[in-house]
């Protein structure tokens, strides 16, 4: 195959540049030789003496061509190519590339290869389209397979079924831990505070007070300690702690639900106007 030489334009100083290296002649070695300034030389080179008039320009051109041995003819275009601004049109490889040999069967191997692939990924995606489109109507027909009871998948599906009946059966005294009782408190959370109550210290009572809307209390203990005086909001649930008896005086005492150790107080016959003041225990208090 006839292989056709690259051509690349170039403009008249780049062109007189190439020649200079190619001769291995210095910028200072020709304008020397030429008795022309090294500057003008460069800024002929670089395309950069369009200030300077065409008349002398193309002198310099043709002197500095005339030097480097250039044919008569090209430094004729040179001259053209510089009034114009055109390139000049340069050989630059003065010998057809050569191709490597591998190149070729590197080129076919790639080639087979690829086709290879792409066909391997295309039948993958047929045979993954086929078996869904297999599976989709077995669903629709209403047809399902039957696993074996030896199979390795029905012993996973029937452990599977024996823990979740082992979650369900759990979870059903847990429900029963929330009944309310007949007296409407929640049986779990009665249980927790059990629990979470911290010991006493010897011969002292705990008070639980509750308050469904704002309330005034007051609570003293028997060695005159105020352990309340303040207005509870509606919704608080407050805990104390001293050594009976305990004078107590409650506002809006309808709104308001008292236990000692557990145990519910019941404030009827110590209300006066929505207003409760009793002393409790009350045998602790006669005996005083």
């Known amino acids: 195959m006839k292989q056709q030489q690259d051509l690349i334009p170039l403009a008249t100083g780049e062109y007189l540049k190439q020649v200079r290296v190619e001769r291995q002649l210095s910028l200072a070695t020709v304008a020397q030789a030429i008795c022309l300034d090294e500057h003008r030389l460069r800024e002929i080179e670089e395309g950069q003496a369009d200030y300077i008039a065409p008349v002398y320009r193309n002198g310099y051109i043709k002197k500095y061509a005339t030097y480097l041995q250039i044919s008569e ?40 290869l690829a086709s290879l692939l792409i066909g391997t990924l295309a039948w993958q995606f047929t045979h993954e389209a086929v078996r869904l489109s297999q599976s989709g109507s077995r669903l629709h027909s209403g047809q399902e397979s039957i696993p074996d009871k030896d199979s390795k998948t029905y012993q996973e599906k029937v452990k599977a079924e024996e823990v979740r009946g082992t979650v369900n059966a759990s979870i059903a005294p847990l429900g029963a831990l929330h009944e309310n009782n007949t007296e409407g408190y929640d049986t779990a959370e009665q249980a927790w505070a059990a629990v979470s109550r911290t010991a006493l210290p010897e011969g002292e009572n705990r008070l639980q007070i509750s308050v469904s809307a704002d309330s005034w209390v007051e609570i003293t203990d028997a060695d005159g300690q ?6 509870l909001r509606g919704g608080s ?26 145990e519910q107080v019941d404030l009827t016959s110590f209300t006066r106007g929505d ?14």
């Open 275 to 288: 207003i409760a003041q009793l002393t409790w225990p009350q045998e602790l208090q006669a005996q005083e």
């Open 73 to 112: 003819e090209e430094i004729q275009q040179l001259i053209s190519s510089a009034d114009t601004g055109e390139s000049t049109v340069r050989n630059v490889f003065s010998k057809p590339p050569v191709r490597n040999p591998m190149d070729k069967w590197l080129r076919a191997t790639s080639y087979v």
């Open 226 to 231: 105020e352990l309340e005086m303040d207005l």
């Open 237 to 262: 649930d407050k805990s104390y702690h001293g050594k009976p008896p305990f004078r107590i005086l409650l506002g809006r005492a309808a709104a308001v639900h008292l236990s000692v150790d557990g």
